[in-house]
């Protein structure tokens, strides 16, 4: 399931409305379709993933949090 560039322009718009954060910027992956990066001020924090089921599409944003990157 290709992200379209009509989904990635929506879903920035999206997150920066979310998180009221103008600094959030999404793009392509270069070796896959389904999924886009998210990154805020050009740090990677996350990625998007498309899901299509039952005639429904759903993007999923995963973020994963290392242990070493929590404050003590």
Same mark, same amino acid.
């Given at each position: 399931? $290709?992200? /379209? #560039?009509? !989904?990635?322009? +929506? ?6 409305? @979310? &998180?009221?954060? $103008? +600094? *959030?910027?999404?793009? #392509?992956? #270069?070796? /896959? /379709?389904?999924?886009? =990066?998210?990154?805020? %001020?050009? =740090? &990677?924090?996350?990625?998007?993933? @498309?899901? !299509?089921? =039952?005639? =429904? /599409?759903?993007?999923? &944003? %995963?973020?994963? *949090?290392?242990? &070493?990157?929590? #404050? !003590?």
């Amino acid at each position: 399931m $290709e992200i /379209t #560039p009509a !989904e990635l322009i +929506n879903i920035q718009a999206y997150l920066r409305s @979310k &998180f009221d954060n $103008e +600094n *959030i910027a999404v793009r #392509p992956r #270069p070796q /896959t /379709t389904d999924s886009i =990066e998210v990154l805020i %001020n050009g =740090e &990677f924090m996350g990625l998007v993933y @498309k899901d !299509e089921d =039952e005639g =429904e /599409t759903s993007y999923d &944003f %995963n973020m994963s *949090i290392l242990d &070493f990157d929590l #404050p !003590e």
